[in-house]
């Protein structure tokens, strides 16, 4: 079963289950083969440029394409309710792939101010060397994106759910600005994950994801993919992909296709998790807020309930201490581990000092920094949930907390 090849509407539980598969024609094998083959015996000569490969051209090598890596696409695709998908080595080489593809010296990108920083330290410093104009923008204000856009505006670029202030963008909206200037409109939906949202049917021409993360989903491979229609994935998959040459391993793939199958069940599980922890931080005297969208007091939750199906595991809180209460939580928690990433089956948390991420990563200042310190305060601890039982997690930080 293919969800480019087979034209049933299949709902979206048997897609992660199925799509891109198929039983193995020889061995009848009902599992997905892993060919981890770096290159292909060819039956007929072949161009050897990224130019000149035809849209149906057997495997060659595995930087163009791999059979294992393509199962993978093809079920990121069905997903997505996209035509094309492309994966990489990790979410930054996916990010870096559409970045340098579409954008050359002179073009001017507009980001979201309020994004993963692995992405806002690319494009401030890297980008802008190499004459990139690079424009930061409160994507909740859409009269600021409005008074961004420029006649060389190449591509806008948003993250929703916002890392870490768990903003949201409405990716309509943005959408619309973005082609209303020639533009072109990328979001990185990695919190969400395909369950969540489908950019793709909102007006994105791009969606990013870190497979690490939830579409893995068990913290042991790392992976990236970017979603498109046929005609914009061709740069992404020549220049990005063939040239830059941050390809996925086909184990890799093979690991995070097999987490996509549960992932349908594992969001519900993550959403009704993180649902049941942001009411008991809500509720702790310490606490001073808690950022989840699923919560109505989130500021943009009516937008949330609007454009996601599913809330996610993710949520950021400010508490009394702040940074702190770091050492604390690395010592005290036995079931949350302090550490980096997210979306795992076991919960991460971590802190994110507003102060620290200006100097290093977003430089706001003015009315950007006014409406980051809105949501983030002095800084946050960001929580992602997991899958353990919520009245472990909520007496695990109870104990931390008190």
């Not at 579409?102 to 690319?122: K, W």
């Not at 670029?157 to 959408?175: F, Q, Y």
Request: proline content about 5%; overall charge negative; hydrophobic content about 40%.
């Amino acid at each position: 079963m293919s969800a480019t090849k087979n034209p049933r509407p299949f709902r979206r539980n048997t897609l992660a289950v199925h799509a891109g598969e198929a039983p193995d024609p020889v061995t009848r094998a009902s599992a997905p083969n892993l060919v981890m083959s770096s290159t292909f015996v060819m039956d007929e000569p072949a161009g050897f440029s990224a130019y000149d490969i035809p849209e149906n051209a057997p495997y060659i090598y595995s930087r163009w394409s791999n059979p294992t890596v393509q199962q993978l696409e093809e079920k990121m695709a069905a997903l997505e309710g996209g035509e094309a998908c492309r994966c990489f080595a990790s979410g930054m080489a996916a990010t870096s792939a559409v970045l340098l593809s579409l954008l050359s010296s002179g073009d001017r990108l507009v980001m979201s101010d309020a994004n993963y920083p692995g992405t806002a330290e690319l494009a401030r410093n890297d980008l802008s060397r190499l004459g990139i104009d690079v424009v930061t923008v409160n994507f909740s204000d859409l009269n600021a994106v409005e008074r961004a856009m420029s006649v060389n505006t190449r591509l806008v670029w948003g993250e929703s759910p916002a890392n870490p202030t768990m903003r949201i963008t409405d990716i309509a909206a943005i959408a619309d600005i973005a082609h209303a200037h020639d533009a072109r409109f990328a979001i990185d939906s990695t919190f969400a994950t395909p369950i969540a949202t489908q950019p793709l049917a909102l007006g994105a021409d791009y969606v990013i994801h870190s497979l690490t993360k939830y579409c893995c989903g068990h913290g042991d491979a790392m992976g990236g993919a970017v979603l498109a229609s046929a005609e914009h994935m061709h740069p992404i998959e020549s220049a990005g992909q063939i040239h830059l040459g941050g390809v996925i391993s086909p184990f890799n793939a093979w690991l995070i296709n097999r987490g996509l199958a549960t992932l349908p069940m594992r969001m519900q599980a993550h959403e009704q998790n993180a649902l049941a922890v942001a009411r008991f931080l809500e509720s702790h005297p310490r606490v001073l807020k808690v950022l989840y969208p699923g919560l109505e007091s989130h500021p943009h939750h009516a937008l949330a309930k609007k454009q996601m199906q599913n809330f996610s595991g993710m949520l950021s809180f400010q508490v009394e201490g702040g940074a702190g209460l770091a050492p604390k939580f690395m010592e005290k928690l036995e079931v949350i581990h302090y550490a980096v990433s997210l979306g795992h089956h076991r919960s991460l948390i971590c802190w994110l000092g507003t102060d620290d991420l200006m100097k290093s990563t977003y430089h706001l200042a003015g009315e950007q920094l006014d409406a980051y310190r809105e949501f983030a305060g002095e800084g946050v601890y960001r929580l992602s949930v997991g899958l353990e039982d919520p009245d472990d997690l909520c007496e695990d930080l109870a104990r931390a907390l008190d």
